[in-house]
């Protein structure tokens, strides 16, 4: 694999675990080999695209009618998105959503472990959510720090959401990945990945009302 490339764009760092999730499914039905050219259509990207992005994590070049063996691909890009390095988090908020990251075991592909989910709710605390122990967040703190836990996921409101992320940070957290639709302020070197749902919503929207719309 080669060193990482820091000018590598984000659309191209968005479109690399879709690639690997390809990759996965080939894999599982036995298929050894892979052009770019396969991988562009299954997603409907440009093959040129495709053998670009490619280019940035592996060094084994595609080969003339075969293309990439399918492995050796996949342990590139699970090496260059550090999915081959399991990454230990917790989850704040056991509604609906929380429940719902916390069930879906696909996050095992990706190196992602959650190792316990936290929330106020009485009627949740000290139950168990897809196997993992749901605690009342006054032990976020200790668990965190027991563990060296440095991902931390929010999944409250948003009125909520800025005292968890400060309480995340104060144990030692030093990235969040958070589902409530709002800005967080946070320390200087601290990572942060916002998804929210409505602005995905209202972009899907838009492009049904304009098929000529770009994101």
Same mark, same amino acid.
């Given at each position: 694999?080669?060193? *990482?490339?820091? /000018?590598?764009?984000?659309?191209?760092?968005?479109?690399?675990? &879709?690639?690997?999730?390809?990759?996965? *499914?080939? =894999? !599982? *039905?036995?298929?050894?080999?892979?052009?770019?050219?396969?991988?562009?259509?299954?997603?409907?990207?440009?093959?040129?695209?495709?053998?670009?992005?490619?280019?940035?994590?592996?060094?084994?070049?595609?080969?003339?009618?075969?293309?990439?063996?399918? !492995?050796?691909?996949?342990? %590139?890009?699970?090496?260059?998105?550090?999915?081959?390095?399991?990454?230990?988090?917790?989850?704040?908020?056991?509604?609906?959503?929380?429940?719902?990251?916390?069930?879906? =075991?696909?996050?095992?592909?990706?190196?992602?472990?959650?190792?316990?989910?936290? %929330?106020?709710?009485? #009627?949740? +605390? =000290?139950? /168990?959510?897809?196997?993992? @122990?749901?605690?009342?967040? %006054?032990?976020? %703190?200790?668990?965190? !720090?027991?563990?060296?836990?440095?991902?931390? +996921?929010?999944? $409250?409101?948003?009125?909520?959401?800025?005292?968890?992320?400060?309480?995340? $940070?104060?144990?030692?957290? !030093?990235?969040?990945?958070?589902?409530? @639709?709002?800005?967080?302020?946070? @320390?200087?070197?601290?990572?942060?990945?916002?998804?929210?749902?409505?602005?995905?919503?209202?972009?899907? &929207?838009?492009?049904?009302?304009?098929?000529?719309? #770009? /994101?």
């Amino acid at each position: 694999m080669q060193e *990482q490339n820091t /000018e590598m764009s984000k659309a191209t760092l968005r479109r690399l675990p &879709s690639y690997l999730r390809y990759l996965y *499914q080939l =894999d !599982k *039905q036995a298929v050894p080999t892979v052009s770019s050219t396969t991988i562009a259509n299954g997603l409907g990207l440009n093959p040129v695209q495709v053998r670009k992005d490619i280019a940035f994590v592996s060094s084994v070049a595609g080969k003339p009618k075969t293309g990439y063996i399918t !492995k050796e691909l996949i342990a %590139d890009l699970e090496g260059y998105l550090g999915y081959n390095n399991t990454r230990d988090a917790v989850l704040v908020g056991v509604g609906g959503l929380g429940r719902a990251i916390m069930g879906y =075991d696909g996050f095992r592909n990706y190196g992602l472990n959650i190792v316990a989910a936290f %929330d106020v709710n009485e #009627s949740v +605390i =000290d139950t /168990e959510i897809n196997g993992k @122990p749901v605690y009342h967040m %006054d032990k976020l %703190d200790s668990t965190v !720090k027991r563990f060296k836990i440095q991902l931390g +996921i929010i999944c $409250v409101p948003s009125a909520a959401a800025q005292g968890v992320a400060d309480s995340m $940070v104060n144990a030692g957290i !030093k990235a969040i990945w958070c589902f409530a @639709p709002v800005h967080l302020n946070l @320390p200087a070197g601290i990572a942060v990945k916002g998804e929210d749902l409505a602005a995905s919503l209202a972009l899907l &929207s838009m492009q049904l009302k304009t098929p000529s719309f #770009s /994101e």
